[in-house]
T-cell receptor, first 108, second 120 residues
């Protein structure tokens, strides 16, 4: 099978930088995607193809990748960024499409 | 404006069936693959199923393979999820989502979800 692993929680103060990692169980893999889910709402795509930002997503959100680890970075965190964040990817041939377990971002 | 509206959720006994529907609007439905993602209460997201634009390619998560069937009606701009032999672990909010394009089925638009509860 194929899995991606995220830390369960990350806490930062307003204005600081939040970093959330997503580690894959195998290489190579497909692109990584990141979603933000606020309480009681549907997820919203914030990063696609490792580094790209959809229209309407603030530029404080960015993505990067190194080896089998994808990273979501939020610079200048605001209170409104408090949410669960999920990474998504697939193995090389798309047999396994997976989400990470989610990371709860708390803004202190 | 892209809209995805799910319906069909409810309470069903173990072993029973439910059929979820998703009505799409605000985009050219026939140009996009579609799928379903679920979220058990208090848990994370789980990809469930995917269907290509004409329905010629379908893919399921191992956890639902053989029990769930995804289909679409392009004339009605709708996608469906037939869920049979339901189990307690299938209890979840089921989201209909549009595929942005890519092997990992990235979802660029999501509905608000419909809750399916499997319990005796």
């Amino acid at each position: 099978s194929y899995e991606v692993t995220q830390p369960p929680s990350v806490s930062v103060s307003p204005g600081q930088t939040a970093t959330i990692t997503c580690s894959a169980s195998a290489s190579p893999q497909q692109y990584s995607y990141w979603y933000q889910q606020k309480a009681g709402q549907a997820p919203v795509l914030v990063i696609y193809k490792d580094t790209e930002r959809p229209a309407g997503i603030p530029d404080r959100f960015s993505g990067s990748t190194s080896g089998t680890t994808a990273t979501l970075t939020i610079k200048g965190v605001q209170a409104e960024d408090e949410a669960d964040y999920y990474c998504q990817s697939a193995d090389n041939d798309g047999t396994y499409v997976v989400f990470g377990g989610g990371t709860k971002l708390t803004v202190l | 404006e892209v809209q995805l509206v799910e319906s069909g959720g409810g309470l069903v006994k173990p072993g029973g069936s439910l059929r979820l529907s998703c009505a799409a609007s605000g985009f050219t439905f026939t140009s996009y693959s579609m799928g379903w993602v679920r979220q058990a209460p208090g848990k994370g997201l789980e990809w469930v199923a995917y269907i290509s634009t004409r329905g010629s390619y379908i893919h399921y998560a191992d956890s639902v393979k053989g029990r769930f069937t995804i289909s679409r009606d392009n004339a009605k701009n709708s996608v469906y999820l037939q869920m049979d032999s339901l189990r307690g672990e299938d209890t979840a909010v089921y989201y209909c989502a549009r595929d942005r394009g890519g092997v990992a089925f990235p979802c660029d638009f999501w509905g608000q979800g419909t809750l399916a509860t499997v319990s005796s």
